[in-house]
């Protein structure tokens, strides 16, 4: 065994014997297990596709309702754009060019905006099934993820609402500190709500409200941090620069920032199911397989089942071992050891261990 490896297994050791280092590495492995960057590209692609409809009808609705208030209608869309603080400005101008034909605005941003958050509901949706690791004989059916299709399309509405609110309160909080920390507790307030409807519409019903608690915290609190972030940056740095870069600029920013939000989200659901399953600590150097590793990769087995009459197992040779262990052997396995069979019910979120 060379230096390098007897070194990463002693950073092996290390990160398994204490609580912080493993279970964010459990969180990490666990993304990768899910393939969840390639989830993010799915969630980014549709999150894109939903964002342009939407705001052209908030313009056209707007101008509709606000005709004769401009500076009001000016308000209202400067708030909702500030849901992106580095290329909302951008986003204004360019929706702004077409909004002269009402009808047009209405048909083409409804049509839009069903065709692009159904996207990104089915997207939702089976991610967090692969996060969840659902066996696929007991997911969601067709009309079933409609269903919920249609439920996360009225929580984005809803959404789109309350934070457009919320940024219109903000902007008064500039000039004040406690109205501006005021402000801050509600969008916190409000996005961890938004989290909440967000992952109990798409997370399968076989998952527990309770477990979805973490993550949805943990995610609503990271957004508000992000978009605070994304406006101290824009209104101190970047002010009148992002002008400078045109369409092209726009178009990577709206991905880049989307990208970003739907990594924030995804982990905060890997984070879930590394909690609920205590899937820690995982095993930076294999051999050997922790038993958070078994269990874990019994999860990815199971997934698989096509079928309520098919029953999918997985053996390992040998019982479950820590760096520490496994060094004490002088870096050999167990193989004589009984195999360790993994199996988990498709109707539950239980996993057995028969030995």
């Known amino acids: 065994m060379n230096v390098v490896e007897q070194t990463m297994r002693r950073i092996d050791g290390f990160q398994q014997r204490h609580l912080v280092p493993s279970f964010v590495f459990g969180v990490i492995k666990k993304y990768g297990d899910d393939n969840a960057g390639n989830l993010a590209v799915q969630v980014t692609y549709t999150m894109f596709v939903t964002v342009f409809p939407l705001l052209l009808l908030l313009v056209t609705i ?20 500030g849901q992106f603080p580095i290329i909302g400005q951008q986003l204004g101008h360019n929706i702004r060019a077409i909004k002269r034909s009402s009808v047009f605005g209405l048909v083409f941003g409804i049509v839009g905006l069903v065709y692009g958050s159904t996207g990104l509901a089915q997207a939702g949706l089976y991610s967090m099934e692969q996060i969840w690791n659902i066996p696929a004989a007991v997911r969601p059916n067709y009309f079933t993820r409609m269903i ?27 000039h004040d500190f406690w109205l501006g920390a005021l402000g801050e507790i509600l969008a916190v307030i409000v996005n961890v709500t938004l989290y909440f409807a967000a992952f109990r519409t798409l997370t399968p019903r076989q998952v527990a409200t309770r477990s979805l608690i973490p993550g949805v915290i943990i995610g609503g609190v990271a957004w ?16 009148g620069a992002s002008a400078l870069y045109g369409l092209f600029g726009l178009v990577l920013g709206l991905v880049a920032w989307i990208f970003v939000g739907a990594e924030i989200t995804l982990y905060a659901a890997e984070i879930n199911t590394v909690l609920h399953r205590r899937l820690w600590p995982r095993g930076l150097v294999q051999p050997p397989l922790t038993d958070a590793d078994q269990r874990s990769l019994a999860f990815q087995v199971i997934q698989n089942q096509r079928r309520p009459e098919q029953e999918v197992i997985t053996r390992f040779r040998g019982r479950p071992m820590t760096q520490d262990e496994y060094r004490e052997r002088g870096y050999e396995g167990d193989d004589a050891a009984p195999g360790i069979e993994r199996r ?10 028969d030995s």
Do not use: C, E
């Open 148 to 174: 919920r299709a249609g439920i996360f399309l009225v929580v984005l509405a809803v959404g789109l609402i309350l934070t457009t609110a919320l940024a219109g309160f903000g902007t008064f909080g500039k």
């Open 224 to 239: 508000t941090i992000l978009q605070a972030a994304g406006g101290y940056v824009v209104g101190h740095d970047l002010k």
């Open 62 to 81: 707007l101008g509709i309702v606000l005709a004769n208030n401009p500076s009001d209608r000016a308000r209202v869309l400067h708030s909702a754009l």
């Open 344 to 353: 988990v019910p498709p109707n539950s979120d239980q996993q057995q261990t």
